[in-house]
């Protein structure tokens, strides 16, 4: 495949790149975060989505080594906006099974906090459930070394996966990211809207908090804010964007 080939090539050749999508608390409105979402510029094929080149990288072992890159990057950039006295703020990272699972993994973050100087408590790992649910045991002390670093999880997609519940219970997890597929049908749907609430509720009684996921309208806004979900994300707030663009519209006087 000749996609995958290129792949190969993508990191040294320097052509990935990062946007980032803010994260708005819902009460004020004001980004709390912001997502770091890595794009490939393809020298031919043009741009080349994550959802088609995720799972080859996957396959091919070179997610770690991407992982690792969108991590320092991202944490790199973040240190930035602090020199630059924009708000401080969050950093969400996804992160993939493949990385996950590595014996190596939390040594790596580790390492990475410790180059850039980003304090902990501003990275926050996204994860599914099914990343989660594929690694069995060695997730807990995974998990547990995460919470020792104070680095917190988000559980990404949640309520698409196939797991159980009991890994809401791992220290280190303090986020739900509800699914875009259940915020879609909100106001409207009663099925979406009964999930949506008993989601809140559950992170609620939990002591975690909530982020919804794919908000594109004001109806949609006012049902998360009235359920008590905290964040969210979406086009109704900001599409992924560039880092200038991200500055802007952190600049106390944008
Ligand atoms: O950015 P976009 O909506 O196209 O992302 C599509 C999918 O790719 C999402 O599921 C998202 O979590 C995943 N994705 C985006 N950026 C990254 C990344 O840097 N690392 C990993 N592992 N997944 C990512
Ligand atoms: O799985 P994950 O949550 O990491 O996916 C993030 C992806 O969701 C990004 O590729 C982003 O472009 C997309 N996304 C973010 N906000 C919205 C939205 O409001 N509507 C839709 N349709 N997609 C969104
Ligand atoms: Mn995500
Ligand atoms: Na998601």
Redesign the pocket.
């Known amino acids: 495949l000749q996609l995958a080939a290129d792949l190969r090539q993508a990191l040294v050749r320097n052509e990935f790149h990062l946007v980032y ?1 803010p994260s708005v608390e819902l009460r004020t409105g004001r980004i709390v975060a912001v ?1 770091a ?1 890595i794009r490939w510029k393809h020298p031919d094929r043009g741009n080349v989505t994550p959802d088609e080149f995720i799972p080859i990288a996957e396959s091919l072992g070179l997610i770690r080594l991407i992982d690792r890159w969108v991590l320092e990057t991202a944490c790199a950039q973040v240190c930035r906006w602090d020199e630059a006295h924009l708000p401080p703020i969050r950093i969400a990272v ?1 992160v993939s099974a493949g990385s996950l699972g590595h014996p190596d993994f939390v040594a790596g973050i580790s390492a990475v906090l410790t180059s850039t100087g980003l304090p902990a408590k501003r990275l926050l790992l ?1 994860i599914t459930e099914s990343a989660i649910l594929h690694l069995g045991e060695d997730t807990q002390r995974t998990m547990l070394a995460l919470h020792g670093l104070g680095i917190g999880v988000a559980i ?2 949640f309520g698409t996966g196939y797991s159980s519940l009991a890994y809401l219970k791992l220290p280190s997890v303090k986020f739900l ?1 509800i699914d ?1 597929s259940f915020i879609t049908g909100l106001p409207n749907s009663s099925n979406d809207a009964a999930i949506t609430e008993a989601m809140v509720a559950i992170a609620r009684s939990l002591d975690l908090n909530t982020i919804a ?4 309208t004001e109806g949609q806004h006012e049902f998360l804010l009235r359920a008590g979900c905290a964040e969210g ?3 109704l707030y900001s599409r ?1 964007l560039p880092t200038e663009e991200i500055e802007r519209l952190l600049a106390p006087n944008a």
């Open positions: 999508q997502e979402l996804n996204e990404d997609d990211k875009r996921e794919g908000i594109e994300q979406g086009f992924p």
